[in-house]
C-alpha cells in the first residue's frame, strides 16, 4: 500500500540493498583493525613490531576482502532467480506465510490478532477482496489478486466464529444475527491513510460467508491521466463532460474498473467547472466519499430505487447526476429523458463493448431514437494484467495467438509470465485500464437512430479514428506491458 510498510506483504519488504551486507561487514573489519592497533598501543597484547600504517593497511585490506567475497557471491547467483542479486528493490513475502502466522497466534481464538493479519496481508498484496468461506471443518481464505482468486489460508472453527463476531463488531452490525445477510463497513488505519472495508455476510448450510472489499481512500482521488486512457481517449471524454446535457455511458463486466471511471469523471466535472455545476450521484453501494459532490445510496431505504431515487433528485436542480447503473426500463426510460431536457447524466449499462451499449438501450425498450438524440458518449473498458518486469521472459507467438492477431504480430518482440518472489511466482503484478473510446456523431446517430446493428456502428467509427479494446490492449503486449494471452482473455467477449 502507498505510503506504508505493513508487517506482511508486497511492501513488507526484503531489503537487498548493495549496504545491507556490505556496511555491517566493513565496519566489523574496521572496528577489529583499530581495537586491535589500541591494544598493541596501550601495550595489553604482546607488543608487535609494526607500525601504525601497517594496522591501518592490515584493517583496508581486511575491509578489501570481505567486499570481494560479497561481489563474488552475488556474481554466482543463479540468473534464473534475478530479483535476489537486484540492489534497491523489494521481494514479495510469498502468501503461505499468513498460514505459519494465524497457527503462531497466542490463542487459538484470537480474533483481534487473526483480523490484524488477514487485512495487513491482504492490503500488502493489494487484495481487492477477501473471501472467508466456510467448510465442514474450516473456513477457506481466499484473496483476489488483481482479478484472480488466491487460497492463502485456513481457518478452525473456533478461529473463524471469533473473526465473524469481530468484523460484525467492527462493521456495526448485530453479532448474533446469523440467519439473515448483513453489510457493513468500518475503516482500517494505516501509517500513509487510512483504507475502507466493507464486509458482506451471507448465511450458508456451514456458516456465514464474509467477503470484504478493500477501498483505498487514494483511488477516489484519481485523475483521468492516472487510469490508462490514452492522450486522444482523454481529451475526448474531457470535451464529453464539459458538454451541459446527455446521456454519457460507461461499459464493461463487473470488476473492471468502471466505478473509479465514474468517480475520476466526476472529479474533472467538478475541477473543469470550478464548482459551478451541482453534481450528484445515485449509488449502491456508494464507494467512496467524493468532496463537493452529494451521494445518495440506493438500498438504505426500502422505497428508493433508482428510477425513484432519479425522479426525486431530478427536482433537486442538478446539473449533473450519476447513475450507478441503468438494468431496467423505468430506469433508462427517466435517465434518457432527464440526458433530453438538459441534465449530463453518468450511469453504466452492462454490455460487452462500446458499440452494443446502444443495442442495450433498445432491449430495455427505449426507442432508438430517443437512444440516438440523448446518448452522446460511450466508454467500454477492461483491466488487463501487467507482466512482472523482473521474471518476463520473451515468447513466441503461438498458432492461436497468430490466428487471432494476424499481420499485427509481424516485426515485435513479445514476453510471457515466468513467476518470481516480487510476483508471488504468478508473473503478474498490477494491472492497467484499457479503454475504447466512442463519441456519438451525426453519422453514428443516423445509425442508431435507424436501428444499425453495432458492427455497423463500429465501422463507422473506426473511420473516423476509432481504436477497439482488442487494438488497444494488443498494444500493451507490443510495449511489453502484458501477454498476448492476456490480451485474449481480456477481449475474447468483445464482440456481441
Same mark, same amino acid.
Request: neutral net charge; aromatic residues 4%.
Given at each position: 500500500?502507498?505510503?506504508?510498510?505493513?508487517?506482511?506483504?508486497?511492501?513488507?519488504?526484503?531489503?537487498?540493498?548493495?549496504?545491507?551486507?556490505?556496511?555491517?561487514?566493513?565496519?566489523?573489519?574496521?572496528?577489529?583493525?583499530?581495537?586491535?592497533?589500541?591494544?598493541?598501543?596501550?601495550?595489553?597484547?604482546?607488543?608487535?613490531?609494526?607500525?601504525?600504517?601497517?594496522?591501518?593497511?592490515?584493517?583496508?585490506?581486511?575491509?578489501?576482502?570481505?567486499? *570481494?567475497?560479497?561481489?563474488?557471491?552475488?556474481?554466482?547467483?543463479?540468473?534464473?532467480?534475478?530479483?535476489?542479486?537486484?540492489?534497491?528493490?523489494?521481494?514479495?513475502?510469498?502468501?503461505?506465510?499468513?498460514?505459519?502466522?494465524?497457527?503462531?497466534? *497466542?490463542?487459538?481464538?484470537?480474533?483481534?490478532?487473526?483480523?490484524?493479519?488477514?487485512?495487513?496481508?491482504?492490503?500488502?498484496?493489494?487484495?481487492?477482496?477477501?473471501?472467508?468461506?466456510?467448510?465442514?471443518?474450516?473456513?477457506?481464505?481466499?484473496?483476489?489478486?488483481? @482479478?484472480?482468486?488466491?487460497?492463502?489460508?485456513?481457518?478452525?472453527? *473456533?478461529? +473463524?466464529?471469533?473473526?465473524?463476531?469481530?468484523?460484525?463488531?467492527?462493521?456495526?452490525?448485530?453479532?448474533?444475527?446469523?440467519?439473515?445477510?448483513?453489510?457493513?463497513?468500518?475503516?482500517?488505519?494505516? *501509517?500513509?491513510?487510512?483504507?475502507?472495508?466493507?464486509?458482506?455476510?451471507?448465511?450458508?448450510?456451514?456458516?456465514?460467508?464474509?467477503?470484504?472489499?478493500?477501498?483505498?481512500?487514494?483511488?477516489?482521488?484519481?485523475?483521468?491521466?492516472?487510469?490508462?486512457?490514452?492522450?486522444?481517449?482523454?481529451?475526448? &471524454?474531457? #470535451?464529453?463532460?464539459?458538454?451541459?446535457?446527455?446521456?454519457?455511458?460507461?461499459?464493461?463486466?463487473?470488476?473492471?474498473?468502471?466505478?473509479?471511471?465514474?468517480?475520476?469523471?466526476?472529479?474533472?466535472?467538478?475541477?473543469?467547472?470550478?464548482?459551478?455545476?451541482?453534481?450528484?450521484?445515485?449509488?449502491?453501494?456508494?464507494?467512496?466519499?467524493?468532496?463537493?459532490?452529494?451521494?445518495?445510496?440506493?438500498?438504505?431505504?426500502?422505497?428508493?430505487?433508482?428510477?425513484?431515487?432519479?425522479?426525486?433528485?431530478?427536482?433537486?436542480?442538478?446539473?449533473?447526476?450519476?447513475? @450507478?447503473?441503468?438494468?431496467?426500463? #423505468?430506469?433508462?426510460?427517466?435517465?434518457?429523458?432527464?440526458?433530453?431536457?438538459?441534465?449530463?447524466?453518468?450511469?453504466?449499462?452492462?454490455?460487452?463493448?462500446?458499440?452494443?451499449?446502444?443495442?442495450?438501450?433498445?432491449?430495455?425498450?427505449?426507442?432508438?431514437?430517443?437512444?440516438?438524440?440523448?446518448?452522446?458518449?460511450?466508454?467500454?473498458?477492461?483491466?488487463?494484467?501487467?507482466?512482472?518486469?523482473?521474471?518476463?521472459?520473451?515468447?513466441?507467438?503461438?498458432?492461436?495467438?497468430?490466428?487471432?492477431?494476424?499481420?499485427?504480430?509481424?516485426?515485435?518482440?513479445?514476453?510471457?509470465?515466468?513467476?518470481?518472489?516480487?510476483?508471488?511466482?504468478?508473473?503478474?503484478? @498490477?494491472?492497467?485500464? +484499457?479503454?475504447?473510446?466512442?463519441?456519438?456523431?451525426?453519422?453514428?446517430?443516423?445509425?442508431?437512430?435507424?436501428?444499425?446493428?453495432?458492427?455497423?456502428?463500429?465501422?463507422?467509427?473506426?473511420?473516423? @479514428?476509432?481504436?477497439?479494446?482488442?487494438?488497444?490492449?494488443?498494444?500493451?503486449?507490443?510495449?511489453?506491458?502484458?501477454? &498476448?494471452?492476456? +490480451?485474449?482473455?481480456?477481449?475474447?467477449?468483445?464482440?456481441?
Amino acid at each position: 500500500m502507498k505510503g506504508e510498510v505493513p508487517a506482511f506483504g508486497r511492501n513488507a519488504a526484503v531489503s537487498r540493498s548493495s549496504n545491507t551486507l556490505a556496511a555491517p561487514a566493513l565496519a566489523a573489519a574496521m572496528a577489529l583493525g583499530a581495537g586491535l592497533f589500541l591494544l598493541n598501543w596501550l601495550q595489553l597484547v604482546p607488543a608487535v613490531a609494526l607500525p601504525p600504517r601497517a594496522w591501518i593497511a592490515a584493517a583496508a585490506a581486511g575491509a578489501a576482502v570481505v567486499w *570481494a567475497a560479497r561481489v563474488w557471491r552475488l556474481a554466482a547467483l543463479p540468473r534464473e532467480h534475478p530479483e535476489v542479486a537486484a540492489d534497491a528493490e523489494a521481494l514479495l513475502l510469498p502468501l503461505d506465510g499468513l498460514q505459519a502466522a494465524i497457527d503462531r497466534l *497466542a490463542e487459538p481464538a484470537d480474533a483481534r490478532g487473526a483480523v490484524d493479519l488477514l487485512l495487513r496481508h491482504a492490503v500488502g498484496h493489494d487484495a481487492s477482496d477477501v473471501h472467508l468461506v466456510p467448510y465442514t471443518s474450516f473456513c477457506d481464505v481466499r484473496f483476489r489478486i488483481d @482479478g484472480a482468486m488466491t487460497p492463502v489460508a485456513k481457518l478452525s472453527p *473456533a478461529l +473463524v466464529a471469533a473473526v465473524t463476531n469481530r468484523l460484525k463488531v467492527l462493521s456495526g452490525l448485530q453479532p448474533y444475527i446469523r440467519h439473515r445477510p448483513q453489510d457493513g463497513r468500518f475503516s482500517l488505519p494505516t *501509517a500513509g491513510h487510512a483504507m475502507d472495508v466493507r464486509a458482506a455476510f451471507m448465511p450458508t448450510l456451514h456458516g456465514e460467508r464474509i467477503v470484504m472489499r478493500v477501498l483505498d481512500r487514494a483511488d477516489a482521488g484519481r485523475g483521468l491521466s492516472t487510469i490508462g486512457l490514452t492522450r486522444s481517449q482523454q481529451a475526448c &471524454l474531457s #470535451e464529453a463532460l464539459r458538454q451541459p446535457q446527455g446521456l454519457l455511458i460507461v461499459t464493461g463486466p463487473a470488476g473492471c474498473g468502471k466505478t473509479t471511471t465514474i468517480y475520476c469523471a466526476l472529479r474533472a466535472i467538478v475541477e473543469l467547472s470550478h464548482g459551478e455545476r451541482s453534481v450528484c450521484t445515485l449509488e449502491n453501494p456508494v464507494e467512496y466519499d467524493l468532496a463537493t459532490i452529494n451521494q445518495t445510496s440506493i438500498g438504505e431505504s426500502a422505497d428508493l430505487t433508482f428510477a425513484g431515487g432519479l425522479r426525486t433528485m431530478l427536482r433537486q436542480d442538478p446539473d449533473v447526476i450519476m447513475v @450507478g447503473e441503468i438494468r431496467d426500463e #423505468e430506469t433508462a426510460r427517466t435517465a434518457v429523458q432527464a440526458g433530453l431536457t438538459g441534465h449530463l447524466i453518468i450511469t453504466t449499462v452492462h454490455a460487452k463493448r462500446a458499440a452494443a451499449a446502444f443495442l442495450r438501450l433498445a432491449e430495455l425498450g427505449i426507442d432508438a431514437r430517443s437512444v440516438a438524440a440523448s446518448v452522446s458518449f460511450v466508454v467500454a473498458q477492461r483491466l488487463l494484467r501487467q507482466l512482472c518486469s523482473h521474471c518476463r521472459v520473451e515468447a513466441v507467438p503461438t498458432p492461436g495467438e497468430r490466428q487471432a492477431f494476424g499481420a499485427a504480430l509481424d516485426g515485435h518482440v513479445f514476453f510471457r509470465p515466468a513467476g518470481c518472489r516480487r510476483c508471488g511466482m504468478k508473473g503478474y503484478v @498490477g494491472r492497467h485500464g +484499457v479503454f475504447e473510446v466512442l463519441p456519438v456523431d451525426e453519422g453514428a446517430r443516423a445509425l442508431i437512430a435507424a436501428g444499425a446493428p453495432p458492427e455497423a456502428i463500429q465501422h463507422h467509427a473506426a473511420e473516423k @479514428g476509432f481504436s477497439s479494446l482488442r487494438d488497444n490492449a494488443l498494444e500493451q503486449a507490443v510495449l511489453g506491458e502484458t501477454s &498476448l494471452a492476456e +490480451v485474449l482473455r481480456v477481449t475474447m467477449t468483445e464482440v456481441g
